[in-house]
């Protein structure tokens, strides 16, 4: 099973700042297979990146992903208001795991 | 417009049983293998199982299984969660999630989500 490990915990950021999320696999992983979701309180969690930077439906293009290997990145170029959230990486290695999640907080 | 709506969330004493339901409208509900996804008070996600379109092949988290089984019946569109054995660290918000699958790879995320409905293990 590959372990997940987001970093950090918490980002603290202004509106119209650029937040950058980490992502890290305990082993190689496949990019096919890595997907980032948006969480805001009280909310089902919404897939916002697959195959780690491919956009889903209707995400705007101020959300990017890269990343091979082990190390990958969600970018958010410039926040808004409703970018305010909690974020997971996920991944399939032989089960689907998710790591434990990046709070973007406002500053 | 894909939906998906979850119900049968209940207070349960530990070691006993519930049956979640999921019932889904919008796609091709027979084609789509599909996930249940939980995540705990004030925690994060945690997959918790996963049947194919047609329900032949399933697969469950070390955490349920032998507890858990999961199921659909597609003439009605609705998916399963038959939970038994329950546990106090069973209590989370469990969600459907639709598999969004890409030719020749598979499964590759999960592109639609229900509301959630909350399992409480308490005596």
């Known amino acids: 099973e590959i372990v997940l490990t987001q970093s950090p915990g918490t980002l603290s950021l202004s509106p119209g700042e650029r937040a950058t999320l980490s992502c890290r696999a305990s082993?190689?992983?496949?990019?096919?297979?890595l997907a980032w979701y948006q969480q805001k309180p009280g909310q089902a969690p919404r897939l916002l990146i697959y195959g780690a930077s491919t956009r889903a439906t209707g995400i705007p293009d101020r959300f990017r992903g890269s990343g091979s290997g082990t190390d990958f990145t969600l970018t958010i170029s410039r926040l808004e208001p409703e970018d305010f959230a909690v974020y997971y990486c996920?991944?399939?290695?032989?089960?689907?795991?998710f790591g434990q999640g990046t709070k973007v907080e406002v500053k | 417009e894909v939906q998906l709506v979850e119900s049968g969330g209940d207070l349960v004493q530990p070691g006993g049983s519930l049956r979640l339901s999921c019932a889904a409208s919008g796609f091709t509900f027979s084609s789509n293998p599909m996930s249940w996804v939980r995540q705990a008070p004030g925690k994060g996600l945690e997959w918790v199982s996963a049947?194919?379109?047609?329900?032949?092949?399933?697969y469950y988290a070390d955490s349920v299984k032998g507890r858990f089984t999961i199921s659909r019946d597609n003439s009605k569109s609705t998916l399963y969660l038959q939970m038994s054995s329950l546990r106090a660290e069973d209590t989370a918000v469990y969600y459907c999630?639709?598999?969004?699958?890409?030719?020749?790879?598979?499964?590759?995320?999960?592109?639609?989500w229900g509301q959630g409905t909350l399992v409480t293990v308490s005596s």
């Open positions: 999630a639709k598999e969004k699958r890409i030719t020749p790879a598979g499964t590759v995320a999960f592109d639609y």
């Open positions: 049947i194919s379109g047609s329900g032949d092949n399933t």
């Open positions: 082993q190689s992983a496949s990019s096919t297979y």
């Open positions: 996920q991944q399939y290695g032989g089960s689907w795991t």
